[in-house]
């Protein structure tokens, strides 16, 4: 059994609620749309496919692989493409779908790089809006839910590559964290 690094933030029903507040928000603004979402791994892809699953309009899925974390818990300050998107998006309705805007860095980079493409509509959505290490000012359209401090792990959100797994999201023990006893 895994070793639960901190306190639930957020449980898996929490978490299923939100999700659905979401898909009948975005429903209403894409209704009629044929749209291209754009997850960016890893992060997002629970929250992509629980919101996908939500969805009642046309639409197809890509995926873009950008690093900016490396393997602490701070923002290395620049962008590491690591895999691209391959469908193309001119003309398209495009909605980038985010696990966490943090500093604003990595979504802000990707958003101006999809709107050099030619979209003919650009939105975003992120699970976590966290406000607190923000370096870039940026404004999800859709926000599952705003958090002011901490660093979180689970339902696709890691430390080093950990937690992912876990169905719930969760506060990490910073003091844990930082003396290396995860």
């Keep these: 059994m895994m070793n639960i690094p901190g306190t639930i933030l ?11 507040e979401l898909a009948v928000e975005i429903n209403r603004d894409y209704e009629g749309k044929d749209a291209v979402l754009v997850s960016i791994l890893k992060g997002s892809f629970m929250f992509l496919a629980d919101l996908s699953r ?35 998006v001119q003309g398209r309705d495009v909605l980038i779908v985010e696990d966490i805007v943090d500093t604003g860095i990595t979504i802000a980079f990707f958003a101006e790089r999809i709107r050099r493409r030619s979209p ?41 590559e950990q937690y992912r797994c876990l169905p719930d999201i969760y506060v990490l023990d910073e003091r844990r964290l930082a003396g290396g006893g995860l």
């Excluded at 957020?10 to 999700?19: A, G, S």
């Excluded at 197809?60 to 193309?88: H, M, Q």
């Design 54 to 88: 939500k969805l009642d309009f046309s639409h197809v899925i890509d995926f873009a692989r950008l690093a900016s974390y490396g393997s602490g818990s701070t923002s290395t300050g620049s962008v590491e493409i690591r895999k691209d998107i391959e469908i193309p």
């Design 10 to 20: 957020f449980d898996r029903h929490d978490i299923d609620r939100r999700v659905r």
């Design 120 to 160: 003919r509509s650009l939105k975003s959505c992120t699970l976590i809006d966290k406000k607190e290490r923000r370096q870039l000012e940026f404004v999800p359209d859709y926000v599952g839910f705003a958090v002011d401090e901490g660093f979180i792990v689970g339902y696709g959100l890691d430390y080093d």
